[in-house]
């Protein structure tokens, strides 16, 4: 799933789906849980995104920090869901 196809599908719905700045590359979907719609991250798609970007981190940097900032982090009904889909990091 695009983040384009993910905005048009938001303009069909009365709520907000809540998405991880910067991370569109790794949208792998939604996820209708509870009555909400949650979009589903691939966990070592965004570790690439921080390891090949502008200012690449190292892959223990990145896990790092999304782990502090990101994977734990709840923004409220909505939060984006994290999946495993690499278990080699």
């Given at each position: 799933?695009?983040?384009?196809e993910?905005?048009?599908?938001?303009?069909?719905?009365?709520?907000?789906?809540?998405?991880?700045?910067?991370?569109?590359?790794?949208?792998?979907?939604?996820?209708?849980?509870?009555?909400v719609?949650?979009?589903?991250?691939?966990?070592?798609k965004?570790?690439?995104?921080?390891?090949?970007?502008?200012?690449?981190?190292?892959?223990?940097?990145?896990?790092?920090?999304?782990?502090?900032?990101?994977f734990?982090?709840?923004?409220?009904?909505?939060?984006?869901?994290?999946?495993?889909?690499?278990?080699?990091?």
């Amino acid at each position: 799933m695009t983040r384009n196809e993910l905005d048009e599908f938001a303009d069909t719905v009365e709520e907000k789906i809540l998405v991880a700045d910067g991370f569109d590359d790794a949208i792998i979907g939604l996820v209708y849980d509870f009555g909400v719609y949650r979009v589903a991250y691939d966990k070592a798609k965004m570790i690439a995104v921080l390891t090949e970007g502008d200012e690449p981190m190292s892959e223990s940097e990145a896990i790092e920090f999304l782990e502090f900032n990101t994977f734990s982090a709840w923004v409220g009904e909505g939060s984006p869901i994290y999946v495993d889909t690499d278990l080699t990091y």
